[in-house]
Structures are given as structure tokens and as C-alpha cells.
């Protein structure tokens, strides 16, 4: 059985700095995708960013050039450097893990979470 914890969220003020981070326990394969998403209570969770088996990054727009996604496979960790923080960045942040990418956001076919807040005063 797969477990992702993530750790690492608190109370920033806007122009700080957070790094995230989400280790996996269990038999999670190195070459799976793996993602950050977000949510705030009301919306649907929104994708912040991939790293997938191939290396490759993906960002969502709102935060490129400020958030970086990367992992230590020894350490069987994720991580998410978050820098320049704003307040609209403030939710529950989730670590995911799928076997394909377009998978992640499918509940059935993937790893969550439970999540870690992340709050951004102006």
C-alpha cells in the first residue's frame, strides 16, 4: 500500500518562501508521475505542477518561474520550492502519484496526500 506525506506548509507572508515536501512509503515506482496539485474549499483541485519518469516539468502559469518540482529518489521524496509567494497560492497543497500523468487527477488510478496548508497573509 502506497502512503504520500507531506510536510512543510505554514503561514508566509506575501514575498516568502516555502518548500513542501512529500515522502512516499510503500511500493511507488521512481518512474511514476508525480504531482502538487491545490485546493481551495469551494473549487476543484487545481494542478500546480508534474515531474514526470522522463525528467520533464510542467508548471501551471500561475506560478512558472516561481515554484520548482524535483525529487530525491533515495530519499523517496518530492518536493516543491515555492518562492515569491502570493496570497491567491494560499490552500491545502497534495502530493500525487500515478502510473501515467493523465491519471493524477483520477482518484481511482492514483496516490493522494492528505495534504498540507499553505496560507499567504499580504
Known amino acids: 500500500q502506497v502512503q504520500l506525506v507531506e510536510s512543510g506548509g505554514g503561514s508566509v507572508q506575501a514575498g516568502g518562501s516555502l518548500t513542501l515536501s512529500c515522502v512516499a512509503s510503500g511500493s511507488l515506482y521512481h518512474d511514476y508521475c508525480r504531482g502538487w496539485f491545490r485546493q481551495v474549499p469551494g473549487k476543484e483541485p487545481e494542478e500546480v505542477a508534474r515531474l514526470d519518469d522522463d525528467g520533464s516539468t510542467s508548471y501551471a502559469d500561475s506560478v512558472k518561474g516561481r515554484f520548482t518540482i524535483s525529487k530525491d529518489n533515495a530519499k523517496n521524496t518530492l518536493y516543491l520550492q515555492m518562492n515569491s509567494l502570493k496570497p491567491e497560492d494560499t490552500a491545502m497543497y497534495y502530493c500525487?502519484?500515478?502510473?501515467?500523468?493523465?491519471?493524477?487527477?483520477?482518484?481511482?488510478?492514483?496516490?493522494w496526500g492528505q495534504g498540507t496548508q499553505v496560507t499567504v497573509s499580504s
Open positions: 500525487t502519484a500515478a502510473a501515467e500523468c493523465g491519471w493524477l487527477l483520477l482518484r481511482s488510478y492514483s496516490y
